[in-house]
Nanobody, 116 residues
C-alpha cells in the first residue's frame, strides 16, 4: 500500500528556512518520479520541484530556483524539500507526489506560512 506523509511545515519569517519531509512507504523513492507541489489559497496547485529516478536529475519552477532544493534519502525512503530565503509568496500547502504509472499518489499536505 502506497503512503506519503509530509511533515516540517510551519510559520517562518521572511528570509527564513524550512525543510519539508515526505516519508514514503509501499514503494522505493529512488525508483520513481517524485515531486513537490504547492497550492496557495484561491490558486491552482503548481509544480515546485521534481526529482527523477536513478540519476536523480532535478527541475524547479523559476520562482524557487536558487532557493529550494529537492532531494531524497534512499536509506530512509524519504523525499525532502529544503526551502531557504523564504518569501511571503511561498505561503501555501505543500504536497508530495509519486508517479507510479498508471497511478499517481499524493500526501495529505503540510502548511507553510511565511510572514513577519
Amino acid at each position: 500500500q502506497v503512503r506519503l506523509a509530509e511533515s516540517g511545515g510551519g510559520l517562518v519569517q521572511p528570509g527564513g528556512s524550512l525543510r519539508l519531509s515526505c516519508a514514503a512507504s509501499g514503494f522505493t523513492v529512488s525508483s520513481y518520479i517524485m515531486s513537490w507541489y504547492r497550492q496557495a489559497p484561491g490558486k491552482e496547485r503548481e509544480l515546485v520541484a521534481v526529482i527523477r529516478p536513478y540519476g536523480g536529475n532535478t527541475d524547479y519552477v523559476d520562482s524557487v530556483k536558487g532557493r529550494f532544493t529537492i532531494s531524497r534519502d534512499n536509506a530512509a525512503n524519504t523525499l525532502y524539500l529544503q526551502m531557504n530565503s523564504l518569501k511571503p509568496e511561498d505561503t501555501a500547502v505543500y504536497y508530495c507526489k509519486v508517479e507510479r504509472s498508471p497511478f499517481v499518489y499524493w500526501g495529505q499536505g503540510t502548511q507553510v506560512t511565511v510572514r513577519s
